[in-house]
């Protein structure tokens, strides 16, 4: 079994342990298509699981849904075993970890910081962002000032390993212009979108981005619309893989519209992920997958490849899921 198969079973197996082995079957029956009733949590990859738990007790003692997403990623943010997100991630090719996060609520209230430096908490920034001013996006050197003078912590990144990691990549690679293999190992994210018991939802997106890549690349995790999109009269949606891939789609945006006019959540993520697949040449590696909830408590998820999964907590309990695809396309 592969390191990455192990990791994504074990984490499966951990997961359904929360919960009784008659609700794990229901939970697994629902992972494409299902109606959870009540709150629902879904984020991007294995680390969701835990996030998950933060988001839920937020919500469970009575925090909104907007609360709970931005609990929820800063478990993921301070998690020094994570490569791609927060105070662990890996840094570009001139040795600068940047990052990136969004948040945004069901009434359209939004905030996003890019290519911050040296902050422990990105989505919290965003958060002040959407709540303490006028904008939607600080980036650079002003997110970092107005993170400084909001109180936000510092950080020293990168840590040590990934230093030395980085270091090690450097000497391997003479040619910086290379384009870096882009994989679950060095590019991923962390997406959440919520729905609280009155029906209101939130999502946040905060990643390191792509490892090595050119400094001062951006990718969609903080594009609202791209790599996060919320709409209380509709639903939810986010997106992980290529960010260059669902920017140039408005891939998240894209998934809520389409529910918009009736599309299942599924359908959605699906479609979205087709449109990727034919406005692209060459589909070598362009890994992007989707995640999204409806205004009913329904929900989907959806990759081009094999490989992604999605973390799942409602009233039933919690679930990795792997996402569909499809084979054939």
């Known amino acids: 079994m592969k390191r990455r198969q192990f990791i994504r079973f074990g984490a499966a197996v951990s997961a359904l342990s929360i919960v009784k082995p008659s609700q794990a079957s229901q939970i697994m029956a629902k992972s ?42 800063m478990v993921t943010e301070a998690d020094l075993s994570n490569r791609s997100v927060g105070v662990g991630g890996r840094p570009d090719r001139d040795g600068h970890v940047t990052l990136d996060a969004c948040i945004m609520s069901g009434d359209s209230r939004c905030g996003a910081v890019a290519f911050l430096e040296g902050i422990a908490h990105p989505i919290s920034v965003a958060r002040a962002v959407m709540d303490r001013t006028q904008h939607v996006m600080l980036v650079g050197e002003g997110a970092h000032k107005f993170a400084l003078e909001q109180g936000f912590a510092t950080a020293k990144m990168p840590i040590p390993e990934v230093k030395k990691d980085y270091e090690k990549w450097r000497k391997e690679n003479k040619d910086l212009f290379k384009k870096p293999d882009i994989n679950h190992e060095n590019h991923d994210t962390i997406g959440m979108i919520a729905m609280d018991a009155k029906g209101q939802f939130a999502g946040a997106c905060t990643t390191s981005g792509w490892a090595y890549k050119m400094h001062g690349r951006v990718g969609d995790s903080p594009i609202i619309g791209a790599g996060l999109f919320v709409d209380n009269e509709v639903g939810a949606a986010t997106a992980t893989g290529l ?37 692209h040449k060459d589909l070598t590696g362009l890994q992007c997958g989707f995640i999204a909830i409806d205004k009913d408590g329904n929900y989907g998820a959806y990759s081009i490849y094999a490989g992604f999964n999605f973390a799942l907590r409602h009233n039933e309990g919690a679930a990795l899921i792997d996402a569909q695809f499809d084979r054939n396309w």
């Open 32 to 73: 494409y298509e299902g109606n959870a009733g009540g709150a629902i949590i879904l984020s991007t990859w294995n680390h969701g699981l835990a996030a998950n738990e933060a988001a839920w007790a937020e919500l469970q003692k009575g925090g909104s849904a907007t609360d709970a997403v931005e609990k929820g990623v």
């Open 243 to 279: 960010g260059e891939a669902i920017v140039r789609i408005a891939g998240s945006h894209t998934v809520v519209e389409l529910m918009r006019h009736g599309y299942t959540p599924l359908a959605a993520c699906k479609e979205a992920c087709m449109r990727i697949v034919r406005k």
